[in-house]
């Protein structure tokens, strides 16, 4: 028989292989963007993105310049055809004073104003934040509910970069349970290692009284189905993927398997394609299972 830390251990090791293990084949992809272009000499330097067909990307180092004074900088790339229809959607919730919460022990948002300081002789103006680690936008590890579980700042920033995300619209009202029907017949492809996005119109809710407590929620089986298709990422518009009244019981299972948790999104409605590419940012904290985070959409 296994000891509890034999068994902790694995789990351990579990979970971040699975998060290692769709984030290869994710930094493959990315890395698959950034092949060398040609520059004419009179390209001048200046920080830049490069927009192409299937979403933005730094724009490319040259191999050879010209100019060797745009040795290491980076060059913009001129905009043409699908890539000047690119679209950018901001899915961030707003972080403010008299914002929605959690409620005790987990903290309201403050925001203040602070003095001018002594030390500095001109005007200046300056604030002061109070935040939770699930504070609006979050995104969350394992280290939520196992003391095991990775830290947020393990997982590598270019896993959170342009990711491949499906998205699923099943329009809800207030604590209404998800079912697998519902995503079934939602009738778009979830490929292993994507995002999955489930867009119910609750985002409409925010900072309204009922946002927390009366949001929807996924039953056992339907979360379930999702975690068969081996996401790297869950995502959704609400702030609570299960009920507090009805726990499904499917926390154990969605971390085991190295799942992300990213929630909760707003502007889900403004999405027209059902397969977008997600950037997800979240604060560079260290010792933590979540942070705020800025997330936008590319299709």
Not at 280 to 296: F, G, H, N
Request: proline fraction near 7%.
């Amino acid at each position: 028989m296994k000891s509890s830390g034999e068994v902790c251990h694995r789990a351990l090791a579990q979970t971040r292989r699975g998060i290692a293990t769709r984030g290869a084949a994710h930094r493959l992809a990315v890395a698959a963007k950034f092949e060398p272009v040609e520059l004419e000499p009179q390209v001048r330097c200046a920080p830049s993105v490069h927009h192409d067909a299937t979403g933005p990307s730094l724009c490319h180092r040259g191999s050879e310049v010209a100019d060797p004074g745009c040795v290491g900088q980076w060059y913009p790339v001129a905009l043409s055809g699908e890539a000047a229809q690119m679209r950018i959607i901001d899915l961030s919730g707003p972080i403010e004073n008299g914002m929605w919460s959690y409620g005790p022990p987990y903290p309201d948002a403050v925001i203040q104003e602070i003095e001018q300081p002594d030390f500095i002789e001109h005007e200046t103006f300056s604030w002061r934040f109070e935040l939770g680690a699930q504070t609006g936008t979050y995104l969350e590890t394992s280290l939520h509910v196992r003391r095991d579980g990775p830290e947020l700042i393990e997982v590598p920033v270019e896993d959170l970069f342009m990711r491949d995300a499906t998205v699923l619209r099943v329009p809800c009202g207030p604590d209404q349970r998800i079912e697998r029907e519902d995503l079934e017949g939602c009738d778009v492809e979830i490929l292993s290692g994507d995002a999955v996005i489930v867009a119910t119109g609750w985002e409409k809710h925010w900072n309204e009284s009922d946002f927390v407590s009366e949001c929807p929620w996924f039953s056992y089986e339907a979360m379930r189905w999702i975690l068969d298709h081996e996401p790297f990422m869950m995502c959704g518009d609400m702030p609570r993927f299960d009920s507090w009244d009805e726990p499904q019981g499917f926390w154990e299972e969605f971390f085991e398997q190295g799942v992300l948790l990213l929630a909760p999104l707003i502007n889900l409605g403004q999405l027209r394609a059902d397969r977008v590419k997600l950037t997800a940012l979240p604060m560079k904290v260290v010792e933590t299972c979540a942070a705020p985070c800025r997330v936008v959409a590319t299709e």
